[in-house]
């Protein structure tokens, strides 16, 4: 009779002991590991990447009423855009640069966003690429959870790519 | 003989009610335990439960953030037509004259009609502007505002749009910012 109900104290025990572990397990799998779904952010990251793109390339600068996107496709094909008509060719590089440098430095870093923007040309048969501009803020390298977007102009000779990663 | 049977029946009675108190207090004790466990879990699952309301509420204000920013930046009263046809919608582009007037309207009070009807139906209590980022001007123009006295959430979200200046045809970088309020 004692061996009995010490048998039925032991279950009784191994059942607490079990109800408590399912408990936890619930507990790690969701509230623990839950997945942390963040919609604005992914929302405003990849309104951002696309948009920022996007609205560079259609700007209007100083230089000759040209377009950034005219400025990108004269810097890799032929440059003979002249912004401040001194007789030398080839002002469309440092434009980009200038406007690249007010539009980041307004926009992304000052929200204190990290980002990582390269312009360059793809050579064709794969024969490397020549960077153009490229500009980068905050820690946007390695694992970083990022939103990407790349846009390809295509210009007199290569093809110029534009890619924006905005990291979280 | 008879005294010596009646005093061992005395105290088997005796023996038999303290081993029924112990039980009583032992089950009371598993009771105790029991509900106690009982009150840690409640306490434990209405603090999860306050937290996972709370996330609910923020992530429907966040959804709400991006459908008025959604809004904004499909708003035919400010978007670009191209100049061929006015069908035609240019992408991520607010024509800069459309823009002065709405920004005018939200300012006259004749029309505060239509901004407390109209507008505030779509746009709630927020607060949109429009910023001049290159080439740089001072201008900003706020198309909307309609504050909440005592705010619980802010959200802010910006949009990089272009700004179309049709007098000149050319296209500055801009910045829409939608401010919510909850």
Redesign the interface.
């Known amino acids: 009779m004692i061996g009995k109900k010490s048998q039925a104290e032991i279950v009784g025990l191994v059942i607490i002991v079990l109800l408590i572990t399912v408990g936890l397990l619930f507990f790690v799998r969701f ?1 623990v590991l839950k997945p942390n779904s ?3 952010r992914d ?2 990251d990849s ?2 990447a696309s ?2 793109i ?3 390339l ?3 600068t ?1 230089c000759k ?1 040209s ?1 950034m996107s005219d400025l990108f496709r004269d810097c890799a094909g032929f440059n003979r855009i002249d912004c401040d008509d001194d007789g030398n060719r080839g002002d469309s590089r440092e434009k980009i640069e200038e ?1 690249i440098e ?2 980041f430095n ?2 992304l870093e000052k ?1 204190e966003k990290p980002y990582h923007f390269k312009a360059y040309i793809v050579r064709k048969y794969n024969t490397g690429e020549n960077t153009i501009v490229e500009r980068s803020y905050g820690k946007c390298s390695g694992n970083v959870d990022r939103i990407s977007r790349t846009y390809v102009i295509p210009t007199d000779m290569e093809s110029l790519m534009l890619t924006l990663d905005i990291c979280s | 003989m008879k005294i010596c049977k009646k005093l061992h029946a005395q105290h088997y009675i005796k023996m038999k009610n303290k081993k029924a108190q112990i039980k009583m207090f032992e089950t009371i004790a598993v009771l105790l335990i029991f509900f106690v466990l009982v009150g840690f879990g409640l306490i434990f699952y209405m603090k999860f439960m306050r937290t996972s309301i709370e996330d609910t509420g923020e992530h429907q204000f966040d959804l709400k953030a991006i459908q008025t920013a959604q809004l904004v930046s499909f708003l035919p009263e400010l978007q670009c037509t191209s100049p061929t046809s006015a069908n035609i919608v240019i992408d991520d582009c607010f024509d800069v004259l459309k823009v002065k007037a709405l920004a005018n309207i939200s300012k006259e009070p004749a029309y505060e009609r239509i901004n407390n009807e109209y507008y505030f139906d779509s746009f709630g209590y927020s607060k949109i502007y429009i910023e001049n980022i290159y080439p740089y001007s001072p201008e900003n123009w706020i198309v909307y505002e309609r504050t909440l006295p005592n705010k619980k959430f802010q959200s802010s979200t910006k949009v990089p749009v272009s700004l179309y200046y049709p007098v000149t045809n050319s296209y500055s970088f801009g910045v829409l910012t939608v401010e919510v309020y909850g």
Do not use: F, P, R, S
């Open positions: 509230v963040d919609a604005k929302y405003v309104e951002l948009n920022m996007n609205v560079l259609k700007t209007t100083d009423k377009t406007v007010e539009i307004n926009t929200w």
